[in-house]
T-cell receptor, first 113, second 115 residues
């Protein structure tokens, strides 16, 4: 059974602080990795994609990938109340079927003013 | 990013009836579409993968006769929940990817309530 694991939270973060989210995956052949943000009752929204080891930064978000450890993380700097949502880690192990994603259960983030 | 439109956003139906959900790619050709289901407080679970012009591939445990998927064109896939029951009440989400895409784009989701 291929799995994507995340801490369910909630992760409480003071406004302006850094939120750190972790994700591990079991399929060593996984090719691409994504972080989605999902507000209650809404569809997931893509925040970051990462395909190679190392860091990738986009605005206040930084994704980190370590394929050897089968670990991907997301940092949210200068957290804002609008960042309060559930963050889903998703993994794709099928380069011939982009978009076929396996999701983690999600980490709920609560940013407190 | 590419736009995927899903309709309806909410639907309430009576037990035993069928409901059709549409997923359209508005500005790209979606060679592959995916259908997910999400129960409250749970993550998205892939139900099936559909490729334009061919039969859908269903994930283990998903009844293909209950969840009918049609992907007749490069811009439209439909999911029909047949003989719906209250346990089918869920949030259904489609996503689509094209030949030039390295990611999939999600529709807005459909909240189905069966009463």
């Amino acid at each position: 059974q291929k799995e994507v694991e995340q801490n369910s939270g909630p992760l409480s973060v003071p406004e302006g602080a850094i939120a750190s989210l972790n994700c591990t995956y079991s399929d060593r052949g996984s090719q691409s990795f994504f972080w989605y943000r999902q507000y209650s009752g809404k569809s997931p929204e893509l925040i970051m994609s990462i395909y190679s080891n190392g860091d990738k930064e986009d605005g206040r978000f930084t994704a980190q990938l370590n394929k050897a450890s089968q670990y991907v993380s997301l940092l949210i700097r200068d957290s804002q109340p609008s960042d309060s949502a559930t963050y889903l880690c998703a993994v794709n192990g099928h380069p011939d079927s982009w978009g076929k994603l396996q999701f983690g259960a999600g980490t709920q983030v609560v940013v407190t003013p | 990013g590419a736009v995927v439109s899903q309709h309806p956003s909410r639907v309430i139906c009576k037990s035993g009836t069928s409901v059709k959900i549409e997923c359209r790619s508005l500005d790209f050709q979606a060679t592959t579409m995916f259908w997910y289901r999400q129960f409250p407080k749970q993550s998205l679970m892939l139900m099936a993968t559909s490729n334009e012009g061919s039969k859908a591939t269903y994930e283990q445990g998903v009844e293909k006769d209950k969840f009918l998927i049609n992907h007749a064109s490069l811009t439209l896939s439909t999911l029909t929940v047949t003989s719906a029951h209250p346990e089918d009440s869920s949030f259904y989400i489609c996503s689509a990817s094209g030949t030039l895409n390295t990611e999939a784009f999600f529709g807005q989701g459909t909240r189905l309530t069966v009463v």
